[in-house]
């Protein structure tokens, strides 16, 4: 059902307050613009699944609001975080509690990039059909084949987030979830983007002043991003930032590859950083990796960290990350020697440290 007035929204509000959980997915699109454009909110509670439709009817969202801040109702994603940037830029608050199935079966053996499609098949046997994942959403008016597929992931999701929680609490795993699901309601992830672009690139800075210039060129592309309302590569692609940050690249090859940019502001932006760099006296050449005893260290735990993760039978990464395992090595505060983490790995971690 395609709900079009905000009667009906408060008609849905009202069943779902008789719901310990709910499914919730969304379509958006997100090709030319900084932030996506939501154009659909699907709902499943105990009785039945709803369609909220953004682009044709402008539907008052105050009951959907009040569905995803009460704390009496789980909501149950399926990879949510793009879903929970949807839902922070539309209440400026994120839905809590919430339960990620993606998340959720880490502990039961998948690995982090598992499919709805998967899962359905492996917990209810039905199969997903997924050839509408890369329609325009925006457009319509939307046929019955897109109504279908979109009620779909919500109905299901709902039927099968019981079974993945039985199964946690049966492996007497479903804490090993809780650090993940934390990690995904963190508010700066969503309301300082800035601060925390680095942390999508993929490059590992060798040298402090490649870590500095990573924080603070990602930082400079994405508010230019967000005024311009464009994707961030759109301003800088990763690799030219990359080469930007790079110690081994030197100023004349970096100029070339400013001129090159056709972003002007941007491209003084980045001469002006070059140059608060160059004037502050700060050891900027020290390395940022370990030495060679703790390098040494670093492939024992992981060896452990291998051994370990076969023995459970789930990936590595639930259990540590290469950051985790470092902090442990340098003597820094680490999740590794606090709750399940310290009783599956923690423990024989000491004892090679």
Known sequence: MILVNKCQLKQFYQECQKDKYIAIDTEFYWTETYRAIPCLIQISNSKRSILIDLIAAKIDLYYLKKILSNTKIVKVFHSARQDLEIFFNLFNELPNPIFDTQIGVLPLGYDFSVSLEKLCKDYIAIKLLKENQRLDWRSRPLNKRQIQYALNDVKYLYIIYKKIVEKLHQFKRFEWTFEYHKKLLDINIYSNKEKLAWKKIRYNP????????????????????????????????????????????????????????????????????????????????????????????????????????????????????????????????????????????????????
């Open 206 to 353: 060798k040298f402090n002043i490649e870590l500095i210039l990573l924080k603070k060129i990602s930082e400079l592309r994405e508010k230019e991003a967000m005024n311009l309302n464009v994707p961030a590569k759109k301003v800088i692609s990763d690799n030219t930032l990359i080469k930007l940050c790079e110690n081994k690249i030197n100023v004349f090859e970096k100029t070339k590859i400013l001129r090159k940019l056709d972003n002007l502001k941007i491209t003084v932006e980045i001469i002006k950083l070059f140059k608060k760099i160059k004037n502050k006296k700060i050891n900027l050449l020290s390395t940022t990796n370990l030495n060679k005893d703790q390098k040494r260290k670093y492939k024992e735990l992981k060896d452990l960290l291998f051994k370990t993760s076969i023995l459970l039978k789930i990936s590595p990464n639930l259990i540590a990350n290469k950051a985790e395992l470092e902090n442990l090595i340098k003597g820094n505060p680490s999740e590794l020697l606090k709750g399940w983490k310290y009783d599956v790995f923690g423990k024989k971690c000491k004892r090679l440290l």
